[in-house]
């Protein structure tokens, strides 16, 4: 392409050079889409033939609009493209799962007549409850769509045998986990019950069966949309987004299949280890040899007394349960879909809930270097836009890469307080305040289904934001626009 | 006697001589191997009067089983029956063989550990820390049965050992509990490996596990900072050196170590670790399980037969991973791992690998002559049988380099920075501390570890090459720093609590008066000598050298904006003090000779920062009284306390 530019730089004569350049830079831009589309997708219907040329390629006066639903503890975002064939809708996740505001069917529904049941891409980052369930919720709506294009990440790839295995390792750890802890009622575990639930809810959406019904509505759309991807795929969009000059770069989840193999183990080891019944509560020795606790005798009661001695064994127990749920909750974050689109020369990153392995993947470049790769520096650095990761919690934003954020870049925060240990984290929303000053939305500063705005979600919204709460059919619907 | 009138006899010709060491019978692996050659041995450790429990100066066993909220009964290791019979047999149905086991393997990693550095080791001293660092309250004198007074004797800091004390896979060290705990927990069902389903399976019999967590308290008892995880590798470096302990400590076992010659045909190694070695797959025994195809597959195949390169394999297979709980030769180099292995028992895998790389290549070229003569004298090139007085041989140098290299790794710890501790600075210890014990380096012991460390990615930092010369940490020029002036070396039994109290006075000042110098920022708070002891060592000419190893750390709290609440932020140096020798009957005042520095800088606190903000949650349910409010009052122990590497949830299940 260089190649060819600097030859018509060197025929044309200097006045005309600027028009004649851009010119040649739609045409070649031209080709290459075309060559994308041979190359990419043989099997895709012939595309629609392209309007006469009148709007210039990407120069679509309207701009591309972010919108946040409200749906509680959980993301559902929609994004709309001005393109030469009217405005394009991509989805990006759609789930709740704690701290429900009962407002997805409305929202769903809201989006149904919005897109005209219409989508250009759907994209779904993780296969947590807080992403899917929307799917599953309102299959037969979902049902009635037309999708171009979905994108998962390769660890959904049934064709990934290893990735399949994990999967079901980390599938049958949870569910046992959540079994275990749903024996117990202190308030301590909720959250950590939630944590398993999120994956054992997103198995098992409607009905209870241990079919991901959720994925079943998303493998059903015909056509063939569905792709997989992993860091540095270059990903297949709809023609019409490219031709809009929309693009999209996936930066995780990493590819490495020795960090794979390396997770696989320990999914394999605590689900090992959760399957050891610990002793059934039976004596281990004979009854003889057991010795009542007050006439145990031992000259290291004199420095620590019995009872201490005793409390201090319980309170180093570590709790299984609440590690494995931790654990099997962040193994799945990770596999988030991580994107970056750029639009008529802006950025934006949408993370999925991708914590600290994945962002050391491609912001870090592995995780013992603690600074970030130059590339990635200059990707934050030119962030227009940032969907907050994991709902604001700590360990989705590494603090680098906040800092190296643009300054006054917008973001967006699906949260609700409450639902998760530590989530949303408050000295990041005020980093990322500090960040964006102060353009940051959150999805509980609107009202939608049962819940009003949470006077703790902080100020008042932004003016470049607008919030809309909209009564439908299926309930009050509560949503966060904001057009870059 | 009497009836002569004789000078008094100032010998003693009846006495009987106190015995220096007492034999416990224990597994040698553990019970899962019991069908196997060598299982069961006897384990000498140090003679010392015990009460039951049994409860010594060192350790005590506390037979408390939280799950079933009752004791078990206390052996006597000094009752005559069980003296007679070099201690209890090994079983698993009587806890008190239980805790005699425990007993012997700890007192026997101890003394691996004191007899490599020459000097007795001391715990985290758990009751001081729990006082806020206070001095100790002054103590009322005992009237003896004379009725002379004397002071009482300091409280004996003891490492406890519970053997049961709860059920789980897992076992662990805690500081707060002071010791050890070691769960219990029933084998798979479906996937016991030797083991019967469903049998109950004791951390406490399993000599790897138990060498491993002692070694997890004697460095604790070194490196106090070892526990704060301030960065990717600490946490992991902390498990490699409990690996390389209870790797090590296998090759002392003489009749497995002849057994595994046996089957390897003397290669205890690996065959991809050299080219010479690769040939040899036509070496492949009866033992060697795999398809051959793939060098790596080979590898592994071997380690799942070589009981000497496995941990824990009861505890492993009785969880159903059909293999020992770490494998030490599955890997082949390559400098990948380190970039991606997060978890710290897979990281410190990568360490132990690199030691275990120069190990074996030292031990190729110190046997490569045997090999040689042999076949000179008309054996087989690659021997399926090794004759026995050739497997002798070579299990004598394996063991006798297995101690070397333990040696190494051990009196590394000196010469490695107080806080924050990287892989690469471990290389640059173990360099410069065996280039000061031994210069000569006949066989290339240090050439040996760079390679090993270099083919597996671990590179030092601030290094400019991996030359030798370069590698070592650098000494300090001549008179760039006065002397400690009133340092006091003691003996190799210790030192006294006066000569304590005087040493942490005089290197508390020094560090005040000479913080620049050293590299501290003074204005940034005070200067600790959380410790200093001294090490003795026959230098190349047969002369007594003494030094004083000192950790001098400062501590800052940070308190961010960003996500991690407040955190101590340390920077330290490791001091090697250098004791002169006499000249012309006058003694020179101490000299420093290295300071090993970890210091404050932007990027290091910018790191340790990120570290923590990322880290994940621990999982345990009460971790929120862990970590300090964000607005509350800031109390540096709480502070402390709630960045330590969490043991017992790092060890679940793993």
């Known amino acids: 392409m260089a190649a060819r530019k600097t030859a018509k730089k060197k025929t044309v004569p200097k006045k005309k050079k600027k028009a004649v350049k851009k010119k040649a830079v739609r045409k070649t831009a031209k080709k290459a889409v075309k060559k994308t589309k041979k190359k990419a997708a043989p099997r895709r219907k012939p595309p629609q033939p392209a309007p006469g040329g009148a709007v210039p390629a990407g120069g679509n006066p309207a701009g591309l609009r972010i919108r946040m639903y409200r749906v509680g503890f959980g993301d559902f975002f929609l994004m709309t493209v001005p393109t030469d064939n009217g405005p394009r809708h991509i989805l990006i996740d759609c789930g709740v799962h704690a701290k429900d505001t009962h407002s997805i069917k409305a929202a769903v529904e809201h989006m149904a007549q919005?897109?005209?049941?219409?989508?250009?891409?759907?994209?779904?980052?993780?296969?947590?409850?807080?992403?899917?369930?929307?799917?599953?919720?309102?299959?037969?709506?979902?049902?009635?769509?037309?999708?171009?294009?979905?994108?998962?990440?390769?660890?959904?790839?049934?064709?990934?045998?290893?990735?399949?295995a994990l999967q079901a390792n980390i599938a049958a750890a949870a569910t046992q986990?959540?079994?275990?802890?749903?024996?117990?009622?202190?308030?301590?575990?909720?959250?950590?019950?939630?944590?398993?639930?999120?994956?054992?809810?997103?198995?098992?959406?409607?009905?209870?069966?241990?079919?991901?019904?959720?994925?079943?509505?998303?493998?059903?759309?015909?056509g063939?949309?569905?792709?997989?991807?992993?860091?540095?795929?270059?990903?297949?969009?709809?023609?019409?987004?490219?031709?809009?000059?929309?693009?999209?770069?996936?930066?995780?989840?990493?590819?490495?299949?020795?960090?794979?193999?390396?997770?696989?183990?320990?999914?394999?080891?605590?689900?090992?280890?959760?399957?050891?019944?610990?002793?059934?509560?039976?004596?281990?020795?004979?009854?003889?040899?057991?010795?009542?606790?007050?006439?145990?005798?031992?000259?290291?009661?004199?420095?620590?007394?019995?009872?201490?001695i005793e409390a201090r064994i319980a309170?180093?127990?570590?709790?299984?349960?609440?590690?494995?749920?931790?654990?099997?909750?962040?193994?799945?974050?990770?596999?988030?879909?991580?994107?970056?689109?750029?639009?008529n020369g802006k950025t934006l990153l949408f993370a999925g809930d991708a914590q600290w392995g994945n962002w050391a993947n491609f912001m870090f470049g592995g995780v013992d270097s603690a600074t970030l790769k130059a590339e990635s520096k200059a990707i934050l650095g030119n962030l227009d836009f940032y969907k907050v990761g994991h709902h604001g919690s700590t360990n989705a934003t590494p603090k680098d890469a906040l800092a190296a954020m643009k300054d006054g870049c917008v973001a967006m925060c699906s949260t609700a307080i409450d639902a998760y240990p530590g989530v949303p984290r408050d000295p990041l929303i005020a980093g990322i305040n500090s960040k964006t000053r102060n353009q940051l939305a959150r999805s509980d500063q609107v009202a939608a289904g049962d819940q009003e705005i949470d006077p703790r979600a902080g100020k008042a919204l932004a003016k470049i934001f607008d919030a809309v709460t909209i009564e439908n059919a299926a309930g009050k619907c509560g949503y966060i626009d904001y057009v870059i | 006697m009497g009836l002569m009138a004789m000078a008094k006899d100032i010998y003693d010709r009846t006495r009987i001589v106190k015995p220096s060491t007492r034999p416990l019978r224990v597994y040698a692996f553990d019970p899962g191997a019991g069908r196997f050659v060598g299982n069961e041995m006897v384990a000498t450790v140090p003679y010392e009067k015990l009460e039951p429990g049994p409860v010594g100066a060192r350790f005590a066993v506390v037979d408390y089983d939280y799950e079933q909220k009752v004791y078990y009964k206390a052996v006597d290791l000094d009752h005559p029956w069980i003296v007679m019979r070099r201690g209890l047999d090994p079983t698993e149905g009587d806890p008190r063989f239980h805790q005699q086991m425990v007993y012997a393997v700890a007192c026997e990693t101890l003394q691996r550990f004191e007899v490599a550095l020459g000097r007795r080791l001391h715990w985290?001293?758990?009751?001081?820390?729990?006082?806020?660092?206070?001095?100790?309250?002054?103590?009322a004198a005992v009237t003896k049965k004379d009725g002379a007074e004397e002071p009482q004797a300091e409280k004996p800091n003891r490492l406890l050992l519970f053997p049961h004390a709860m059920a789980d896979a897992n076992a662990f060290y805690s500081r707060a509990a002071r010791g050890i705990l070691f769960g219990y927990f029933r084998a798979s069902e479906t996937d016991p490996g030797r083991n019967l389903p469903g049998q109950t399976v004791y951390t406490c019999l399993s000599h790897d596990i138990i060498a491993h967590e002692t070694t997890h308290a004697i460095l604790d008892g070194m490196r106090h900072y070892f526990t704060e995880p301030t960065n990717i590798d600490v946490p992991a470096f902390h498990e490699a050196f409990a690996d390389l302990a209870a790797l090590f400590s296998h090759f002392s076992h003489k009749e497995v170590l002849l057994d595994t010659l046996a089957k390897t045909g003397g290669r205890l190694y690996d065959a991809t670790l050299s080219a010479e070695a690769?040939?040899?797959?036509?070496?492949?025994?009866?033992?060697?399980?795999?398809?051959?195809?793939?060098?790596?597959?080979?590898?592994?195949?071997?380690?799942?037969?070589?009981?000497?390169v496995q941990l824990a394999q009861q505890f492993g297979e009785a969880s159903g991973m059909q293999r020992g709980l770490r494998q030490m030769l599955g890997t082949r180099p390559n400098s990948n791992d380190i970039n991606v292995l997060v978890e710290p028992h897979d990281r410190g895998a990568i360490l132990v690998a690199a030691v275990f790389d120069a190990y074996f290549t030292i031990y190729s070229r110190r046997t490569a002559d045997l090999f040689r003569i042999y076949r000179d004298g008309g054996g087989q090139a690659n021997p399926v049988d090794l004759p026995e007085a050739l497997a002798s041989r070579l299990a004598k140098e394996a063991s006798r380099t297995a101690e070397e290299f333990?040696?190494?790794?051990?009196?590394a710890i000196d010469y490695c920075p107080p806080v924050d501790i990287e892989f690469g600075d471990f290389l640059r210890a173990v360099v410069t501390a065996h280039a000061d014990f031994y210069p000569a380096d006949p066989d290339g012991v240090r050439a040996a570890f760079v390679e090993a460390f270099r083919l597996r990615g671990i590179l030092p930092k601030g290094a400019s090459s991996l030359t030798e010369s370069s590698l070592c940490w650098p000494q300090v020029a001549d008179n760039a720093l006065p002397p400690v002036v009133g340092l006091q070396f003691g003996d190799p039994n210790g030192l006294t609590r006066k000569e304590k109290d005087d040493n942490g006075r005089i290197l508390r000042a020094y560090a005040a008066d000479h913080a620049a110098k050293l590299g501290f920022d003074p204005r940034r708070g005070a200067i600790k000598a959380p410790s200093f002891h001294p090490i003795f060592r026959i230098g190349p000419h047969g002369d007594l050298i003494t030094d004083m190893v000192v950790e001098l750390v400062q501590t800052e709290i940070v308190t961010d904006d960003a996500g991690t609440g407040p955190y101590p932020f340390r920077s330290g140096v490791t001091l090697l003090i250098w004791q002169e020798f006499l000249h012309n009957g006058k003694r020179a005042d101490p000299k420093i000779h290295y300071v090993i520095q970890k210091l404050r800088t932007a990027a290091r606190q910018q790191r340790q920062s990120e570290h923590f903000a990322a880290m994940p949650r621990t999982g345990r349910r009460?971790?929120?009284?862990?970590?300090?409010?964000?607005?509350?009052?800031?109390?540096?122990?709480?502070?402390?306390?709630?960045?330590?590497?969490?043991?017992?949830?790092?060890?679940?299940?793993?």
């Open chain 1, 315 to 343: 309170a180093a127990q570590p709790d299984q349960l609440a590690v494995g749920a931790s654990i099997a909750n962040n193994q799945i974050n990770n596999q988030s879909l991580v994107t970056l689109f750029t639009f």
């Open chain 1, 114 to 164: 919005e897109t005209g049941k219409k989508l250009a891409l759907i994209i779904v980052t993780h296969r947590h409850a807080d992403h899917v369930t929307g799917f599953a919720k309102c299959k037969e709506l979902f049902g009635e769509f037309e999708v171009e294009r979905v994108w998962l990440s390769w660890y959904e790839n049934p064709k990934d045998g290893k990735a399949m």
């Open chain 2, 622 to 654: 009460d971790e929120h009284r862990h970590r300090p409010g964000d607005d509350g009052a800031i109390d540096e122990k709480k502070v402390a306390a709630a960045w330590q590497i969490d043991f017992g949830v790092m060890h679940l299940g793993v």
């Open chain 1, 224 to 308: 063939n949309p569905i792709r997989y991807y992993k860091a540095g795929d270059a990903p297949d969009l709809p023609d019409d987004l490219v031709a809009a000059g929309f693009a999209a770069q996936i930066l995780g989840p990493p590819s490495d299949a020795s960090l794979l193999s390396k997770t696989d183990k320990a999914a394999q080891e605590y689900l090992a280890g959760f399957s050891l019944t610990a002793t059934d509560g039976g004596a281990i020795f004979p009854k003889g040899f057991s010795v009542k606790p007050e006439r145990y005798k031992s000259p290291v009661f004199e420095i620590l007394p019995r009872e201490e």
């Open chain 2, 406 to 411: 333990f040696s190494i790794c051990a009196r």
């Open chain 1, 177 to 222: 986990i959540h079994q275990s802890l749903s024996a117990r009622s202190d308030p301590q575990s909720e959250p950590y019950r939630n944590m398993v639930a999120n994956i054992t809810d997103a198995l098992s959406a409607a009905g209870g069966s241990q079919n991901p019904e959720a994925m079943a509505v998303l493998k059903g759309f015909p």
């Open chain 2, 124 to 139: 985290f001293d758990f009751e001081y820390a729990e006082r806020d660092g206070s001095k100790p309250p002054a103590r």
């Open chain 2, 278 to 308: 690769s040939a040899g797959s036509d070496k492949k025994k009866d033992g060697d399980a795999g398809d051959g195809k793939d060098a790596a597959q080979i590898q592994s195949e071997i380690a799942a037969i070589n009981p000497l």
